[in-house]
């Protein structure tokens, strides 16, 4: 097994503290069912947000260091990134048809390569990260598993000539929201599946026994994640269920929509009930209603209240009155907070993968500019005034918490702008509550 060494754990530890940031309250369901460390465990889930889904269950994995399987073209050259990567327990693996085996030689060998380490490591006690969908989706949704993790799970039992028991469990990820910071986070974790069951079986059947495993994880993580799976009503369902009807529905179950693992429980319940047949007419005309939502600067929740220009103002006179506030927090922290978004200026220009979004946000501030711009002049500054180090050091992460709030509150104002002067602001209000009416939720 492979114990984090201090230096990596005090990584681990100064990451939780920058993803704290992004994900204030992080929930972790069922971590105790986990095996113990030393156990020889693959970790399977759905794979939803870049980067920071393998970073979550690392920190949720406090008592171990774990393996990651991912991108293989990020190990092309010997650099210092790739020699990062290694350090930090990712394995590269291309992404082929056939379960990692495909029919381009190079791609294949260096599958197998990794593969084959993969299930030593695991086979000595370790723990591997696997995301069988190998791309990661932009919707709450689960995509088509790959088998290669379970290639590489009775890859390991074989190398322990079948007398030690490999874990399969399964996990999934929950975010309050993908692209901005102060969301909540739940990562609920299944029942550990013992292979040993199955290891007669795949002496005779391999691929027989692989995918009535398959079926056993995919059916947990489904069960364990918000699953849209009704794509073609995707935006008028993810809007309601994010929006005050999907508020209402979690009280009426009883459950408190403020805090994401009932919310998350509520939503399951709403999607369930949205896919029942009498719904499906409302849901065609809600999603071509959503859409030009969203098309013209708004959400559901502010179509929703309908607010007048009062309520404009009202958020105006605030901004303008905590605007000196704003600006001289911005001043300080303005390379933590811009630095992400100009390196990831093709998804500003509309050109790039939107959900590196968070990826950048958090891997940017954690390695770059939080050491430059917050830690060295703190120490700089302990050689000449210790006292104002200490100051400086508690206010730096509270001026970035006003630019945040106060950036959040400017896109909640400039939403209600939005419907205040929109010319169709009315008339989009006035048909959404009319399909809302018209929806069979409480049957």
Same mark, same amino acid.
């Given at each position: 097994?492979?114990?984090?060494?201090?230096?990596?754990?005090?990584?681990?530890?100064?990451?939780? $503290?920058?993803?704290?940031?992004?994900?204030?309250?992080?929930?972790?369901?069922?971590?105790?069912?986990?095996?113990?460390?030393?156990?020889?465990?693959?970790?399977?889930?759905?794979?939803?947000?870049?980067?920071?889904?393998?970073?979550?269950?690392?920190?949720?994995?406090?008592?171990?260091?774990?393996?990651?399987?991912?991108?293989?073209?990020?190990?092309?050259?010997?650099?210092?990134?790739?020699?990062? *990567?290694?350090?930090?327990?990712?394995?590269?693996?291309?992404?082929?048809?056939?379960?990692?085996?495909?029919?381009?030689?190079?791609?294949?060998?260096?599958?197998?390569?990794?593969?084959?380490?993969? %299930?030593?490591?695991?086979?000595?006690?370790?723990?591997?990260?696997?995301?069988?969908?190998?791309?990661?989706?932009?919707?709450?949704?689960?995509?088509?598993?790959?088998?290669?993790?379970?290639?590489?799970?009775?890859?390991?039992?074989?190398?322990?000539?079948?007398?030690?028991?490999?874990?399969?469990?399964?996990?999934?990820?929950?975010?309050?929201?993908?692209?901005?910071?102060?969301?909540?986070?739940?990562?609920?974790?299944?029942?550990?599946? %013992?292979?040993?069951?199955?290891?007669?079986?795949?002496?005779?059947?391999?691929?027989?026994?692989?995918?009535?495993?398959?079926?056993?994880?995919?059916?947990?993580?489904?069960?364990?994640?918000?699953?849209?799976?009704?794509?073609?009503?995707?935006?008028?369902?993810?809007?309601?269920?994010?929006?005050?009807?999907?508020?209402?529905?979690?009280?009426?179950?009883?459950?408190?929509?403020?805090?994401?693992?009932?919310?998350?429980? %509520?939503?399951?319940?709403?999607?369930?009930?949205?896919?029942?047949?009498?719904?499906?007419?409302?849901?065609?005309?809600?999603?071509?209603?959503?859409?030009?939502?969203?098309?013209?600067?708004?959400?559901?929740?502010?179509?929703?209240?309908?607010?007048?220009?009062?309520?404009?103002?009202?958020?105006?006179? %605030?901004?303008?009155?905590?605007?000196?506030?704003?600006?001289?927090?911005?001043?300080?922290?303005?390379?933590?907070? *811009?630095?992400?978004?100009?390196?990831?200026?093709?998804?500003?220009?509309?050109?790039?993968?939107?959900?590196?979004?968070?990826?950048?946000?958090?891997?940017?501030?954690?390695?770059?500019?939080?050491?430059?711009?917050?830690?060295?002049?703190? $120490?700089? *500054?302990?050689?000449?005034?210790?006292?104002?180090?200490?100051?400086?050091?508690?206010?730096?992460?509270?001026?970035?918490?006003?630019?945040?709030?106060?950036?959040?509150?400017?896109?909640?104002?400039?939403?209600?702008?939005?419907?205040?002067?929109?010319?169709?602001?009315?008339? *989009?209000?006035?048909?959404?509550?009319?399909? $809302?009416?018209?929806?069979?939720?409480?049957?």
């Amino acid at each position: 097994m492979s114990k984090r060494t201090p230096i990596f754990q005090l990584f681990c530890s100064w990451v939780g $503290i920058v993803n704290h940031f992004y994900y204030p309250r992080r929930y972790y369901i069922n971590r105790e069912s986990i095996p113990a460390d030393g156990n020889s465990i693959i970790m399977v889930g759905n794979h939803q947000n870049c980067m920071m889904d393998p970073v979550n269950v690392e920190l949720a994995l406090s008592d171990r260091k774990s393996y990651s399987l991912t991108r293989g073209d990020l190990f092309r050259k010997k650099n210092l990134l790739s020699n990062f *990567l290694f350090w930090i327990g990712l394995l590269p693996v291309n992404r082929i048809e056939n379960e990692g085996f495909g029919n381009k030689s190079n791609a294949k060998e260096a599958n197998r390569a990794t593969f084959t380490v993969a %299930a030593k490591r695991i086979s000595q006690g370790n723990t591997l990260i696997v995301f069988p969908e190998a791309m990661h989706q932009n919707k709450r949704w689960l995509g088509y598993f790959s088998l290669g993790y379970l290639h590489i799970a009775f890859q390991t039992a074989e190398l322990m000539k079948f007398e030690k028991e490999v874990y399969i469990v399964p996990f999934a990820h929950h975010y309050g929201n993908y692209f901005y910071p102060l969301h909540d986070f739940v990562l609920r974790f299944g029942t550990p599946i %013992a292979l040993s069951t199955y290891y007669e079986q795949y002496k005779t059947k391999p691929r027989t026994t692989m995918r009535q495993v398959n079926d056993i994880v995919e059916s947990q993580i489904r069960e364990l994640m918000l699953n849209i799976s009704d794509l073609d009503h995707y935006t008028s369902i993810d809007a309601l269920r994010e929006g005050p009807v999907g508020k209402d529905f979690a009280i009426k179950l009883g459950l408190n929509p403020r805090f994401l693992t009932e919310k998350q429980l %509520a939503d399951k319940q709403l999607v369930e009930k949205l896919a029942h047949s009498e719904n499906k007419k409302v849901l065609d005309k809600l999603q071509a209603i959503e859409t030009e939502i969203y098309q013209n600067g708004m959400n559901d929740d502010i179509v929703a209240k309908e607010p007048g220009f009062g309520l404009f103002l009202l958020n105006f006179m %605030a901004l303008l009155s905590i605007l000196p506030l704003f600006i001289n927090a911005f001043m300080v922290t303005w390379p933590v907070i *811009l630095a992400p978004r100009v390196m990831d200026n093709k998804v500003i220009n509309g050109e790039g993968d939107e959900m590196f979004r968070s990826t950048w946000n958090v891997g940017i501030t954690t390695l770059i500019t939080l050491p430059l711009f917050w830690i060295l002049p703190t $120490i700089i *500054l302990c050689f000449f005034w210790w006292k104002i180090a200490i100051l400086f050091f508690l206010l730096y992460p509270l001026c970035i918490l006003i630019v945040l709030l106060y950036c959040k509150l400017f896109r909640h104002t400039r939403m209600i702008w939005n419907f205040v002067t929109g010319k169709d602001s009315k008339r *989009l209000a006035d048909e959404r509550n009319n399909c $809302i009416k018209n929806l069979n939720l409480y049957n």
